[in-house]
C-alpha cells in the first residue's frame, strides 16, 4: 500500500508539473471548455437489433471539460442529460428509455499545424438506462453498460481563448432487452459541431 501511494504522489507530481508546463509554454489556462450540437446515430445491431428493435437518432446537446496536462496530452470529460429514445420494432413504436453517457477520454493534440489543431482520443464510456417504458412496462433492459471510446477531431482557433470544434466519437454501448429479445447494441457514431473557450 505504501509503494502505490508513493507512485500516485509521484504521478500527481508528474501529471501538475506537465500542466504547468503546458501553461508556461503558451501562456494559456490547462482547461478547456466546449459546447457541442452532436447528432447520435445508432447502429441498432446485435441480436434485438436483427430482430428489428431500433431506436431514433437525434441531435443533442453536450458539454466537455478538457485538462492539458501537456501542450499535447488532455483528458476530456464528455457530458449531456438523460437522453430520450423512441424504442422500435420493425417501424413501429413499442415505447421509450432515456441514456445517460458520460465518456471520459484520454487526448493526443498535434501543435504543428498553426491555427488547425487536430487530436485523437481512446477511453471509457459509461451509459446509465432509465424510463424504461417498452410495451407497457413487459420489457424491461440492462441499466447498465461500460464500453470503449474512440474519437478523432479537431479545434480551429479564432482568437488566443476562443475556437470552433469538430469532432467524430465511436462509442460501444450495449444493453440487454428482456421478454427473450437478447443483447441490443446502440453503438452509436456521434458527429459534433460546436465552439470552445481556452481559459
Known amino acids: 500500500m505504501k509503494k502505490i501511494l508513493i ?20 501562456g494559456s489556462s490547462p482547461w478547456m471548455v466546449r459546447v457541442r450540437a452532436a447528432h447520435l446515430a445508432s447502429d441498432n445491431g446485435g441480436p434485438a437489433g436483427d430482430a428489428g428493435v431500433s431506436v431514433n437518432n437525434k441531435w443533442m446537446p453536450e ?10 496530452i488532455a483528458a476530456e470529460l464528455i457530458l449531456t442529460y438523460p437522453q430520450k429514445h423512441t424504442v422500435r420494432l420493425g417501424g413501429d413504436s413499442i415505447g421509450s428509455l432515456k ?85 441490443f447494441k446502440v453503438d452509436p457514431v456521434l458527429v459534433s459541431l460546436g465552439v470552445g473557450y481556452r481559459f
Open 7 to 26: 507512485a500516485l504522489a509521484a504521478a500527481t507530481s508528474a501529471l501538475t508539473t506537465g500542466a504547468a508546463l503546458a501553461q508556461s509554454v503558451d
Open 63 to 72: 458539454v466537455d471539460v478538457s485538462y492539458f496536462f501537456t501542450p499535447n
Open 99 to 183: 441514456h445517460l453517457p458520460p465518456t471520459l477520454l484520454a487526448q493526443y493534440h498535434f501543435t504543428n499545424f498553426g491555427a488547425f489543431k487536430p487530436y485523437v482520443g481512446a477511453g471509457v464510456n459509461y451509459t446509465r438506462f432509465s424510463n424504461v417504458d417498452i410495451l407497457g412496462g413487459t420489457v424491461s433492459v440492462s441499466k447498465n453498460s461500460w464500453g470503449p471510446a474512440l474519437q478523432v477531431g479537431f479545434d480551429y482557433a479564432l482568437s488566443k481563448n476562443w475556437s470552433l470544434n469538430f469532432d467524430v466519437k465511436k462509442v460501444y454501448i450495449e444493453t440487454n432487452v428482456g421478454a427473450g429479445i437478447g443483447k
